[in-house]
């Protein structure tokens, strides 16, 4: 059944002698399933949070009690709390590292395996997949283990050199939280990131280079003014997609938050889940979501931007 | 972590510094030490570089060989000379993770077979046509795809109890396709968009009928970029847990990272078992290891193609 | 594959047209009349409930209605998610499930449970433990009644007590929070980070006992309106006690909860080694607070399993100031039946099976604290059932404000118990959080 509309669809879009009605219709068609399937999944569950939005909705409304319209004032609520903009702060700041570590240490692993022997490249790219590979909840509670404060053998590798650390409780501290949590995300984004721009490497013509080397450019030089801009489109996709991301991340704060909570250590997933799912404040946690949404874009504008332009 | 990052930088720069003085300009005997200096270094910096990477997957599986007795132990062991396969057969005793297997391989399956149709149809209408409500829709997979999930979980439960679909594989699909859907058609895209309308008419002209065209000329170029996004819609199928949590709730119908969290605060509540942890913690991400070396080659290219068109 | 893209197609439209349509709560259909064949759904959380009682429950239901009682284990950590969705549903909701005790008045008072009180009566009426009955009642209505309690007590190292020169165990309470802090001086197997006392500082499920047990309390009932009571005297004095065990014995992370202590009165090491190489031992308490259970957790490592030593670790009831058993946080949970629930009668008929004494007698052989008075005994005299009836006998439940559930998940608390253990000033501290809790109490 697929096969066959996409063949029509490629027929319609190739074949010149197509009838410009024809020509007219085809676009809405293709996009349509994709259409029909994101209204399906999304279509109620974001009505459902902008209206809890505007109303009071707690536990007993979603147990039948009436819900009563409130206008703005969940959000009013909301930011008059600092406990709100903390969370905020903290995620963006949270965000920025990471994605940056991210695209530094990627960044740098691409070159790398740019740079190394067959074999070399290999092995680095083995590890990355494997890293790529495992599962999030397999992965953090992997660094859970590595970084238990009792048995981890992290904490038997740092004592040796500082006795202080032979029971250093990690996650005790928001810093420590936030290492382990940093940690974990980088270690897990970083293949993407590196493949991704290894591969945009492969595809900077080697003449270039050569040619910039008889002219006398340094490594840093090559680097800065010719590889880089030549690949500038994988950087800006990656990096936007890295501080979507980061600054969405839930699964790995929660996991470890349910393992070991240092406290006020929320960022925007974790908070959004406490409002809604553990006090049952559902129409907070809406009113989050939809500001976390307007963050979000607000974080990516330089990429929204630039797509809008694109189009025009 | 700084220092490692740091370290492989420097090597970098170090390394095309070798490459560099051994470029078409070549001098004597002292540039060629210091290529080959440099080549060593770089060499080694790329193995520390995968070990670093590589240990936790390493010790997850050398962890999973062992016995509590001597995980509990104040000196770590490093290899697992005297391992078993007990923490395994712990941890498949009940069968309970063969049906995770199960629902997890069609639920991740489903996904992306339906995603890379539907993405692919997307992604060639927003690349080779121009129409009205284009920009709108770019910008809406954009927007769906920064939507925190974490506000979504009642309703996508009241809409899939609704419909009749908790517990099923068809259910949780749908809102998985919905939210993979976004950033694949994106992804496409910069393929589609990279493969000349021309090539095919050229076929055409030559004697290929409109299907032949397409499986003979755009289809294998195409094909890096269906993995590639493949590879991302199935992460994000087998990965996922939260959505899961509230819609999969029979204990038949657990996806595994369910299974790997039902597990683990079963094994909590008396004495973490880390033994058997790591052990199922390695049955999960097995199956998307094997899966990963099995389309490694391809993947590299589909990255390279959709990187170049971005 | 045609099929199942026809299929999921199929699948989206409908999830489209009814997420169109229907909206919110379906109002429950009027309930059978008759139990025959009524199939049911219990939830059960965690795995407390052991297998021949799971069995038996599932036999006994078939014979007396010809039903099937489907059982379904939950977890801990994802129980109010999957009662905030499934119960107000009325297609999905378990018939009858069982909900931990804190939880059960935010349950309770939004209309979750369906009144129950005719049964009451019936059930045990008086019987049952009072403190639990009182968590599931809303205006003088039973909505949700003890499902099994479980206590907390001490384990402790005989062998380090001793060394520290304490071969009996203190009377009172005072001369317990002394004894603590005098080993932890001691140290007398020079160990590292070595606790007397081992006690998380969020730990607030067992730190509340110093409360209790000075005749404090966490919150009161005042005109129909909640308050917290931290400032309360006697709270203050509680906490103050608390947090001189914290500083001066409990080498315990701040962060640590109430999960696992028992790890650390454990030597983990104690498995004979071929090379001899030299262990540390991973002993690191003398004395922890854990629910009753736990000593299946406790002991030597004989064959990978641990080993009761009775020469090595013993059992202890916290004692109060008069030295009678001081009140402690009671374990447990309640069980109720879903407001929504098409299957009444066969739900009703489930909760006869669990209140009978056969089942009642089967939940205290297997160390749980059967709900009924009577069958106290099926625990048996050994001295852990012996400890766990003694400590229970004095046990106290959270507040049943209608917030509590709430109030537990924000963390206020555990962060309120960790900066008394960090060893802020508790007055002021306990001014603080009243202002900041009492709100959450009464939120709905």
Not at chain 1, 284 to 290: K, L, P
Not at chain 3, 411 to 434: M, N, P
Request: glycine share 8%.
């Amino acid at each position: 059944m697929s096969v066959v509309t996409t063949i029509d669809a490629e027929t319609g879009v190739t074949a010149r002698e197509v009838n410009p009605r024809k020509r007219k219709i085809a676009p809405y068609l293709l996009i349509a399933p994709a259409i029909v399937m994101l209204v399906v999944a999304m279509g109620y569950p974001l009505g459902w949070q902008i209206y809890t939005s505007v109303h009071h909705y707690g536990l007993a409304q979603q147990f039948g009690k009436a819900a009563e319209f409130v206008g703005v004032d969940n959000f009013t609520t909301l930011f008059s709390s600092s406990t709100t903009w903390m969370v905020v702060i903290r995620s963006l700041v949270f965000c920025l590292v990471n994605a940056g570590l991210t695209l530094l240490i990627g960044l740098g692993a691409a070159l790398l395996m740019k740079a190394v022997h067959k074999a070399v490249r290999l092995t680095i790219q083995i590890a990355m997949l494997l890293a790529w590979a495992t599962p999030v909840t397999a992965a953090v509670t992997i660094w859970i283990w590595l970084f238990d404060w009792h048995h981890g053998v992290i904490n038997w590798v740092l004592s040796h050199f500082w006795p202080s650390m032979v029971h250093f409780n990690w996650l005790g501290t928001p810093l420590g939280f936030y290492s382990v949590a940093t940690l974990i995300v980088v270690w897990m984004s970083v293949p993407f990131v590196a493949f991704s721009i290894y591969a945009g490497l492969t595809q900077v013509p080697d003449e270039v280079m050569e040619a910039a080397q008889i002219d006398g450019a340094t490594a840093w030089q090559r680097l800065t003014k010719i590889t880089l801009p030549l690949i500038r489109p994988v950087l800006m996709i990656v990096a936007l997609l890295q501080l979507i991301w980061d600054l969405r991340v839930f699964t790995q704060t929660r996991m470890l938050q349910d393992y070991q909570d240092p406290l006020n250590v929320d960022l925007l997933g974790t908070y959004i889940y406490r409002m809604g799912i553990g006090q049952s404040d559902f129409s907070m946690a809406s009113a989050f979501s939809i500001f976390v949404l307007l963050l979000t874009i607000a974080v990516s504008w330089f990429y929204v931007r630039e797509l809008i332009k694109e189009d025009n | 972590m700084p220092s490692t990052q740091e370290t492989t930088a420097q090597e970098t720069t170090t390394g095309q510094l070798g490459i560099a003085t051994g470029g078409p300009v070549l001098k004597e005997g002292v540039s060629l030490r210091v290529r080959r200096i440099g080549k060593v270094l770089l060499a080694l910096s790329g193995v520390a570089l995968a070990l670093i990477w590589a240990f936790p997957v390493y010790w997850m599986v050398s962890s999973s060989l062992l016995s509590n007795t001597t995980l509990g132990k104040s000196t770590p062991t490093w290899f697992p000379s005297s391992g078993t396969l007990n923490n395994y057969r712990t941890v498949l005793a009940d069968g309970r993770f063969f049906d995770a297997l199960s629902v997890s391989l069609r639920v991740t399956l489903l996904t992306v077979f339906v995603v890379l149709i539907f993405a692919f149809l997307a992604a060639l209408a927003i690349s080779r046509f121009k129409f009205k409500g284009r920009k709108g829709f770019v910008l809406a997979l954009l927007f769906i795809q920064m939507l925190p999930a974490e506000g979504l979980f009642i309703a996508q439960y009241k809409m899939m109890a609704n419909a009749q679909l908790l517990n099923s594989v068809i259910g949780i699909s749908v809102l998985y396709i919905a939210a993979v859907i976004p950033f694949t058609v994106w992804m496409l895209r910069g393929f589609v968009a990279g493969i000349p309308a021309e090539l095919e008419e050229a076929a055409q002209i030559d004697g290929c009928s409109p299907t032949g065209a397409f499986f003979r000329v755009t289809f294998p170029l195409l094909a890096p970029g269906l993995v590639a996004s493949g590879v991302y819609a199935f992460l994000q199928a087998w990965n996922e847990f939260t959505v899961a949590l509230v819609i999969m709730q029979e204990p038949t119908s657990r996806t595994l990272p369910l299974w790997l969290r039902a597990f683990v605060e079963g094994s909590r509540a008396r004495e973490i078992d880390w033994g058997a942890v790591m052990a199922s913690s390695t049955l999960v991400a097995v199956p998307v290891i094997i899966f990963f070396l099995f389309v490694q080659g391809r993947m590299t290219s589909g990255l390279v193609a959709g990187a170049v068109k971005g | 594959m045609r099929k199942k893209i026809a299929a999921a197609l199929l699948a989206a439209a409908t999830v489209f047209t009814m997420a169109g349509c229907s909206d919110d709560t379906p109002t429950p259909s009027g309930s059978d009349t008759t139990t025959k064949g009524q199939d049911i759904t219990f939830w059960l959380v965690g795995g407390d409930t052991p297998d021949s009682a799971r069995e038996y429950l599932i036999a006994e239901y078939n014979k007396r209605t010809g039903g099937t009682l489907t059982i379904v284990e939950q977890t801990w950590g994802s129980i109010i998610t999957n009662l905030t969705t499934n119960m107000p549903d009325a297609n999905n909701t378990p018939d009858v499930t069982e909900i931990g005790n804190t939880q059960s008045p935010t349950f309770t008072n939004v209309g979750a449970f369906l009144d129950i009180s005719d049964m009451y009566q019936e059930l045990g009426g008086s019987k049952l433990l009072k403190s639990f009955v009182d968590v599931g009642m809303v205006d003088g209505k039973n909505y949700t009644l003890p499902y099994y309690f479980g206590s907390r007590y001490m384990f402790y190292r005989k062998d380090v007590w001793e060394a520290a020169g304490y071969t009996e165990m203190p009377k009172t309470l005072a001369d317990f929070n002394a004894a603590v802090v005098d080993i932890t001086t001691k140290n007398p197997l020079g160990i590292t980070d070595f606790s007397g006392m081992f006690l998380g500082g969020q730990d607030w499920r067992n730190g509340v006992s110093w409360v209790f047990a000075n005749g404090g309390e966490l919150a009161k009932l005042e005109n129909g309106q909640w308050k917290m009571t931290l400032s309360d005297p006697n709270t203050i004095k509680g906490l103050q006690q608390l947090q001189d065990i914290q500083l001066h014995a409990s080498m315990a992370p701040t962060t640590a909860k109430d999960q696992s202590p028992w790890l650390y009165i454990n030597d983990s090491d104690s498995a004979v080694e071929d090379d001899e190489s030299v262990t540390t031992t991973a002993l690191s308490a003398a004395t922890i607070m854990a629910p009753g259970w736990a000593h299946w957790s406790i002991g030597d490592l004989v064959n990978d399993e641990r080993a009761w030593n009775e020469d090595k670790f013993g059992t202890y009831v916290l004692p109060g100031n008069d030295g009678k058993p001081a009140p402690v946080f009671a374990g447990g949970s309640n069980i109720g039946i879903s407001a929504t629930s098409k299957k009444v009668e066969g739900a009703k008929e489930l909760l006869r099976i669990i209140f009978s004494a056969d089942y009642q007698q089967i939940l205290g052989q297997n160390g749980l604290g059967p709900a009924n008075s009577d069958y106290v005994s099926a625990l048996g005299d050994d001295q852990f059932a012996k400890a766990l009836i003694e400590s229970a006998s004095n046990s106290k439940l959270t507040p049943a404000a209608v917030g509590w559930a709430g109030l537990e998940n924000s963390q206020k608390l555990e962060e309120f118990f960790s900066k008394i253990a960090d060893g802020g000033d508790v007055t002021a501290l306990a001014a603080e959080y009243d202002a900041i809790l009492t709100p959450l109490l009464n939120q709905q």
